[in-house]
């Protein structure tokens, strides 16, 4: 197994110990530790794609499993705040869908032997995401900026969620025609 592939599966094992340090209650250090995990996990997908693409380390289980290794680490932080009552259950549901959506789109277009790729709206929500994902964790919100900051990355990593799934809708149309 390879180093992108290393890093893409230590990230989801990174997932249950984020979970349990960000939710469990009286912790040491808890929502730190959860912090710095969440953050390393960010950092190895950056990683990964990368050292993959620079040595030609690309292969079908990093295909599947990168992208879904992303999601599980968002959608596990995502479901944890609903619980925690840091973010609105149908703002988790709309991002979530979006994300089943893209995977299946993705899924039928490969059995047509295409491969479409992440585009730069979807990158820059994930981007958004992880921000919005730190910031509640540090959960410093109510004392940055007049308690601002946290609903303008929620509401802005909602938008680009909806502005990157009609781009790539848009964009991939003829797969779409082919179904």
Same mark, same amino acid.
């Given at each position: 197994?390879?180093?992108?592939?290393?890093?893409?599966?230590?990230?989801?094992?990174?997932?249950?110990?984020?979970?349990?340090?960000?939710?469990?209650? &009286? =912790?040491?250090? &808890?929502?730190?530790?959860?912090?710095?995990?969440?953050?390393?996990?960010?950092?190895?997908?950056?990683?990964?794609?990368?050292? /993959?693409?620079?040595?030609?380390?690309?292969?079908?289980?990093?295909?599947?499993?990168?992208? =879904? /290794?992303?999601?599980?680490?968002?959608?596990?932080?995502?479901?944890?705040?609903?619980?925690?009552?840091?973010?609105?259950?149908?703002?988790?549901?709309?991002?979530?869908?979006?994300?089943?959506?893209?995977?299946?789109?993705?899924?039928? /277009?490969?059995?047509? &032997?295409?491969?479409?790729?992440?585009?730069?709206?979807?990158?820059?929500?994930?981007?958004?995401?992880?921000?919005?994902?730190?910031?509640?964790?540090?959960?410093?919100?109510g004392k940055i900026f007049g308690g601002i900051i946290e609903p303008v990355l929620i509401y802005a990593s909602?938008?680009?969620?909806?502005?990157?799934?009609?781009?790539?809708?848009?964009?991939?149309?003829?797969?779409?025609?082919?179904?």
């Amino acid at each position: 197994m390879n180093l992108p592939n290393k890093l893409t599966i230590l990230r989801v094992i990174m997932i249950p110990f984020f979970l349990v340090f960000l939710m469990v209650p &009286g =912790l040491p250090g &808890g929502k730190w530790t959860a912090l710095v995990i969440f953050a390393a996990a960010s950092l190895t997908d950056m990683l990964d794609g990368k050292i /993959a693409r620079k040595y030609n380390l690309i292969t079908n289980f990093g295909k599947f499993m990168d992208p =879904l /290794a992303d999601k599980l680490l968002v959608v596990s932080a995502l479901v944890a705040f609903c619980g925690m009552g840091r973010i609105e259950t149908w703002i988790v549901i709309v991002i979530i869908a979006r994300e089943f959506i893209i995977s299946g789109f993705r899924l039928v /277009a490969s059995d047509s &032997g295409i491969v479409i790729a992440a585009g730069w709206w979807g990158k820059v929500k994930t981007a958004v995401q992880m921000v919005m994902i730190i910031v509640l964790i540090a959960d410093l919100g109510g004392k940055i900026f007049g308690g601002i900051i946290e609903p303008v990355l929620i509401y802005a990593s909602l938008v680009l969620t909806v502005v990157s799934l009609m781009d790539y809708l848009i964009k991939n149309r003829a797969v779409i025609k082919d179904m």
